[in-house]
């Protein structure tokens, strides 16, 4: 089973803050690598994504930071606010199929302290 | 309203009991997925459907079965419930993935205990 590792499980910022989630993944031969957000209650959302042509993506105050030969990409997030409170997670490709089947990362619990 | 709705959002059952979660989309989007989510394990992939009438296993297909006879739906029958599948389930879809990179939209769950 492809294996995305993703840390770390939980995180504390103050407000203004910069938030960093890691993932790692195994080989791949898929480029497709999205990040989503889910609050309490909620389904996960698209946040943002990122093939690995490029090493960064940015939106708004949050960015996607890829390494490829290290198999590793992060989220950023800039001047953390008390509405990005949520669980973040990442997804890559299974090995062996397609794009939309995705292997998810565990998740991080982000609480940005106002 | 076009979205992905899930129903029932809470449900609680007996061991041994069948279980039908309801998914229906408005999109007309070609994949569906199920999903379990639970504390230390994030999303793990039950079954996903291409198309009506195609479906496969994901990760941790035992103990469910589903059906995709028409492309807005997509149950997930819990056949013989048990505890170990108490769990917030989540259906998903997805427009063509033919050269990937698209999102997958998620109902708002349902949260199924089985006493």
């Known amino acids: 089973q492809q294996q995305v590792k993703q840390s770390p499980q939980s995180l504390i910022v103050q407000k203004g803050g910069i938030s960093i989630i890691n993932c790692a993944y195994e080989n791949t031969a898929f480029d497709y690598f999205p990040w989503y957000q889910q609050f309490p209650g909620k389904g996960p959302a698209l946040l943002i994504a990122i093939r690995p042509d490029v090493s960064e993506k940015k939106e708004g105050r949050f960015t996607i930071s890829f390494n490829k030969s290290a198999k590793q990409f992060s989220l950023h997030i800039m001047d953390s606010q008390p509405g990005d409170s949520a669980t973040y997670f990442c997804?890559?490709?299974?090995?062996?199929?397609?794009?939309?089947?995705?292997?998810f990362g565990k998740g991080t619990l982000l609480t940005v302290n106002p | 309203d076009a979205g992905i709705t899930q129903s029932p959002r809470y449900k609680i059952t007996e061991t041994g009991r069948q279980v039908t979660l309801m998914c229906h989309q408005t999109?007309?989007?070609?994949?569906m997925f199920w999903y379990r989510q639970d504390l230390g394990h994030g999303l793990r992939l039950i079954y996903y459907s291409a198309a009506a009438d195609i479906t496969d296993k994901g990760e941790v297909p035992d103990g469910y079965v589903v059906s995709r006879s028409k492309t807005e739906n997509f149950p997930l029958t819990l056949e013989s419930a048990t505890r170990s599948q108490t769990s917030v389930y989540f259906c998903a879809s997805s427009d063509s993935a033919a050269l990937g990179n698209q999102p997958q939209h998620f109902g708002d769950g349902t949260r199924l205990s089985i006493l």
């Open positions: 999109w007309s989007h070609s994949y």
């Open positions: 997804a890559a490709p299974k090995r062996g199929g397609s794009n939309y089947k995705l292997t």
